[in-house]
């Protein structure tokens, strides 16, 4: 009697990275890859993760991920108002950068709990990660694909969520890039250009809000944190290949960042 085993075959198409379109390697500040203890930022090793939690929270750290071949950052659900928020900092590499013109955090996350409205996925913030006060500048995105900021005078809100959605499904990992510049935000998923809602202070046309304002509190902000910076608390995730850049990518480079993974 022999044996059978199922097959499927594929076709795949390959390129040589020089002749793609887009340029994903110049303007990194940060990449943390999450595959060591302590966690370093491996374009200035004297920057690294702590981890950290509020008094009923669970500590954060890293564990292993057979779809991303190796270890990958995770943190727990948690909100600040029962204390069990949890959160990996580390230093802002942006702060004291003059002259910003833009930014892009790129980084492949899965999304633990489909139904979080609010938890944090990252943000920047001046002092407290985990303060709901008021009167706390603040910049986050959360796992319900909502970008907030606020620098106590001027407000805009991406997306704003009223119910939990599938933009990104619960336990799918996703390349999540967020670019902002003076020219506005732009979202993308996997490469892909996402659309977006906006609303400010200063009405709802992303061109008549001041983006040099989010550069300035970006380059004032002390850290930059997972699963810390808004008000609520933090959302259940992994992460890994965390990026950060002291520039805006276009689409080309997104498109080629996702293309190389």
Same mark, same amino acid.
């Given at each position: 009697k022999?044996?059978?085993?199922?097959?499927?075959?594929?076709?795949?198409?390959?390129a040589?990275?020089?002749?793609?379109p887009?340029?994903?390697?110049?303007g990194?500040v940060a990449y943390?890859?999450?595959? &060591?203890?302590?966690? $370093?930022?491996r374009?200035?090793e004297?920057q690294?993760?702590?981890?950290?939690?509020?008094?009923? =929270?669970t500590?954060?750290g890293?564990?292993? /991920?057979?779809?991303?071949?190796?270890s990958v950052?995770?943190i727990?659900?948690?909100?600040i108002?029962?204390?069990?928020?949890?959160?990996?900092?580390m230093p802002n590499? $942006?702060? =004291?950068?003059?002259? $910003?013109?833009?930014?892009?955090?790129?980084?492949?996350?899965?999304?633990?709990n489909?139904?979080?409205?609010?938890g944090?996925?990252?943000?920047?913030? =001046?002092?407290?990660?985990v303060?709901s006060?008021?009167n706390?500048?603040?910049l986050?995105?959360?796992?319900?694909?909502?970008l907030?900021?606020?620098?106590?005078? &001027?407000?805009? +809100?991406?997306?704003?969520p009223?119910?939990a959605?599938t933009?990104?499904?619960?336990g799918?990992?996703?390349?999540?890039?967020?670019?902002?510049?003076h020219?506005?935000?732009?979202?993308?998923?996997? @490469? +892909?250009?996402?659309n977006?809602t906006?609303?400010?202070? +200063?009405?709802?046309?992303?061109?008549?809000? &001041?983006?040099?304002?989010?550069m &300035?509190?970006?380059?004032?902000?002390?850290y930059?944190? $997972?699963?810390? @910076?808004?008000?609520?608390?933090?959302?259940?995730? /992994?992460?890994?290949?965390?990026?950060?850049?002291n520039?805006?990518l276009?689409?080309? /480079?997104v498109k080629?960042?996702y293309?190389?993974?």
């Open positions: 022999e044996n059978y085993a199922f097959v499927k075959s594929y076709n795949v198409r390959a040589k990275a020089e002749v793609l887009g340029n994903y390697l110049s990194i943390y890859d999450f595959d &060591d203890k302590p966690t $370093l930022n374009y200035d004297e690294r993760i702590s981890t950290n939690k509020m008094t009923s =929270g500590l954060p890293l564990k292993e /991920d057979g779809a991303r071949i190796g950052g995770h727990y659900e948690g909100t108002a029962d204390k069990t928020a949890n959160y990996m900092r590499p $942006l702060e =004291g950068q003059e002259h $910003l013109e833009g930014i892009t955090i790129s980084a492949w996350m899965k999304r633990g489909g139904k979080d409205l609010k944090t996925a990252w943000g920047f913030t =001046g002092s407290n990660p303060s006060a008021a706390q500048e603040r986050f995105y959360t796992l319900n694909n909502y907030g900021f606020t620098n106590l005078v &001027d407000t805009f +809100a991406v997306n704003y009223k119910t959605n933009i990104l499904p619960a799918e990992w996703k390349l999540v890039t967020i670019v902002i510049s020219d506005g935000i732009t979202h993308y998923i996997n @490469g +892909a250009k996402r977006a906006f609303t400010s202070t +200063a009405g709802t046309s992303m061109d008549k809000f &001041d983006m040099q304002k989010v &300035d509190f970006i380059s004032s902000s002390r930059f944190c $997972l699963g810390a @910076g808004s008000p609520v608390g933090s959302a259940e995730a /992994d992460y890994d290949d965390l990026l950060i850049y520039r805006a276009t689409a080309e /480079d080629l960042l293309a190389m993974e």
